[in-house]
């Protein structure tokens, strides 16, 4: 059907990268432990967004254009790594309030923290152009060659491989945002995984940075 091959492996490869960590992973983490479930549900659905604009750019063939171009690929690359290192120094500066509410982070001093926590998992997704060239290798292994309707088969596997990342996403949100919970009168710990997940996001950005094409 539309010249997709090999579904049920396209099936399971996605189950398998959904379980591998990543910058969007650690973002998610990161906003469920500082503000709750809701956050992180809200972190996934800007994650899936940016995996949307992926999709569409792949199935049109702009993804192709840009993996192609050494400058665009390393505008990207910059963009993506500063962004994260950004995020995860504000992590790292995040300093409990009395009774356990934290400050600093994406939550601190903005008019709408919730839509700002959407917006930077949007621009997690789309800024790192490991994506970017993981949709344009991935997909076309499971699309025939021969097909009269490649850009419609890229938007019902990109449409899956969304769907199936965002239930994924949801369910480390819940589990993430149900530990901040426990642990909302124990500011000291929650800081120090605050702390643990901004390192990462440094850590990222940083391999980010120095990733070749």
Not at 112 to 125: D, K, S
Not at 155 to 177: D, E, K, N, P, T
Request: proline content about 5%; overall charge positive.
């Amino acid at each position: 059907m539309l010249g997709i091959t090999h579904f049920p492996l396209f099936i399971a490869a996605v189950f398998l990268l959904n379980l591998t960590p990543g910058p969007d992973t650690a973002y998610i983490v990161g906003r469920s432990l500082a503000q709750g479930r809701k956050a992180g549900v809200l972190s996934a659905l800007g994650v899936s967004t940016g995996a949307c604009m992926h999709t569409l750019a792949s199935a049109f063939g702009l993804t192709a254009l840009l993996a192609a171009s050494a400058t665009a690929f390393s505008v990207f690359k910059i963009a993506g790594a500063v962004y994260l290192i950004y995020l995860g120094t504000r992590l790292l500066l995040t300093k409990p309030r009395p009774g356990g509410v934290a400050t600093a982070g994406a939550a601190a001093g903005m008019p709408r923290p919730l839509r700002a926590v959407y917006l930077q998992g949007f621009w997690t997704n789309v800024l790192n152009p490991k994506v970017m060239l993981f949709f344009v290798s991935f997909f076309p292994q499971f699309v025939s060659a021969q097909s009269d309707y490649k850009p419609l088969a890229f938007l019902v596997l990109g449409g899956i491989f969304v769907a199936m990342s965002l239930v994924w996403s949801c369910f480390v949100a819940w589990i993430a945002g149900t530990a901040t919970q426990r642990l909302s009168g124990r500011a000291r710990v929650r800081q120090w995984l605050e702390r643990g997940v901004g390192s990462a996001f440094i850590g990222l950005g940083i391999k980010l940075a120095m990733a070749t094409r």
